[in-house]
């Protein structure tokens, strides 16, 4: 049984930025951050193999968000800069069990574990 959480939501100005956090991927392969915002369809936002620490980062935020990993601290990362309006949303973390057919490591479907979710909201 994997289970998850994730901390380090909260409300920030434009262009300022958080830091996520998520914990409890132990027996894992890949672990990724997904948003959704009202109105919106569930997005992949980064993932990583923790296995080689290969990492994947969506284009809407590429230059601004980086994933990372501390395997001795079991601690998924998603580092947040020059924070948009548009970032708004419920940032969930994600890990990848057996079982899901594998659709891609941005896509949520090849997940089927998932924290409680940590809400971003970017003012401007």
């Known amino acids: 049984l994997v289970q998850l959480a994730e901390s380090g939501g909260g409300s920030v100005q434009a262009g300022g930025s958080l830091t996520l956090s998520c914990t409890g991927y132990t027996n894992t392969t890949y672990m990724g951050w997904f948003r959704q915002a009202p109105g919106k369809e569930r997005e992949g936002v980064a993932a990583i193999h923790f296995v080689v620490g290969s990492p994947f980062v969506a284009d809407s935020v590429k230059g601004r968000f980086t994933i990372s990993q501390d395997k001795a601290k079991n601690t998924m990362y998603l580092q947040m800069n020059r924070l948009k309006v548009e970032d708004t949303a419920l940032y969930s973390c994600?890990?990848?069990?057996?079982?899901?057919?594998?659709?891609?490591?941005?896509?949520?479907?090849?997940?089927?574990?998932w924290g409680q979710g940590t809400q971003v909201t970017v003012s401007s």
């Open positions: 994600a890990a990848r069990g057996l079982g899901p057919k594998w659709a891609g490591p941005l896509n949520w479907s090849s997940y089927n574990y």
